[in-house]
Structures are given as structure tokens and as C-alpha cells.
């Protein structure tokens, strides 16, 4: 098996979880909401942690929605010159604009990663028994995927096959 093909298995199981982790993480989000709403207004009454949940359940949905945006190329840059360029100008600019990107995308998920180390250390609780640390693991994952999609974008800038 050659070293490409196996990196585009990965890189298609990755992109299979992140579908189904974002699509379950929308629907519950919804549900969840229409349920509460439903029990307020009709019943005078609502689930108590239900509220933090969900706030967590957003951030969840963010970090995903912004996984799934940079895998797909659709995420919002900042790059005016590569409007205007073409070739290997153009190339290179990508190439300029992915290694900040990767950079930028390294420095956050390291910063999550001592974040939510410190939460694991407080043992605070974000609702129920599950503690905060848990609803903030997504950010140094998406962050970590965002750079090696990145770093990939560096490696596609040099040659021009995409994974």
C-alpha cells in the first residue's frame, strides 16, 4: 500500500467522524432546545443543566463547523494578493498563507491543551457530574486538525496534489 493512499483512507475516516459527530452534536443541540422551549412554555417548568449543556454543545458545534470548514477549503481567508496573482506567485502566496495559518492554528491548540489541563486540574463540574475539561477537549482537537490541514496545505502549495 502506498504512503499517499493510506493518508487518504485517514484523512476520509476523520472526515466520516467529523460528519457524524458534527450532524449528532446539530440534531441533539436542536432537540434539546425545542425540548426546553417546549417545557417552559408549556409545563412551567425546564431541565436545570440543560442550559450549560447546550452552551457547551455550541462551542462543540463551532470548533466542528470550523474542522469540516478547512477541510473543505471554505473556511474565511484573509488574503487579498492571492486575488491578483496567478502562477507561481500565486503558489507562493498560498504557501505564505498556510504556514501562518498552521502556525497560528499550533500556538491555539497548545494553548487549549494547557487550558483544559488546568480544568482537569480544578475538577470543576460544567453540569450534572461531567466536568468542564470534558466539554473543552474539542479545542485543542480542532485546533490540532486545523494545523495539520494547514500543514497539508503547505505540502499542496509545494506540489500540486491535494489530500
Not at 1 to 12: E, G, H, I, N, T
Not at 15 to 25: D, H, K, M, P, R
Request: charged residues 15%.
Amino acid at each position: 500500500m502506498r504512503f499517499s493512499s493510506l493518508v487518504f483512507k485517514c484523512a476520509k475516516a476523520v472526515a466520516t467522524i467529523e460528519n457524524v459527530v458534527l450532524l449528532t452534536t446539530f440534531a441533539s443541540t436542536l432537540g434539546l432546545a425545542i425540548l426546553q422551549i417546549l417545557l417552559r412554555n408549556f409545563f412551567d417548568m425546564g431541565l436545570i443543566w440543560l442550559e450549560s449543556f447546550l452552551k457547551m454543545q455550541v462551542l462543540w458545534l463551532a470548533m466542528l463547523g470550523a474542522m469540516v470548514a478547512t477541510r473543505e477549503r471554505q473556511h474565511i481567508r484573509i488574503d487579498l494578493l492571492s486575488r491578483f496573482t496567478t502562477g507561481m506567485t500565486a503558489r507562493l502566496c498560498e504557501l505564505v498563507v498556510s504556514v501562518f495559518a498552521s502556525g497560528v492554528c499550533a500556538i491555539g491548540a497548545y494553548a487549549c491543551f494547557t487550558l483544559v489541563q488546568f480544568e482537569y486540574e480544578d475538577q470543576m463540574i460544567a453540569f450534572g457530574i461531567v466536568p468542564v475539561w470534558v466539554c473543552q477537549v474539542i479545542l485543542p482537537i480542532g485546533f490540532a486538525v486545523m494545523a495539520v490541514r494547514f500543514a497539508l496545505g503547505i505540502a499542496s502549495s509545494l506540489t500540486d496534489e491535494r489530500v
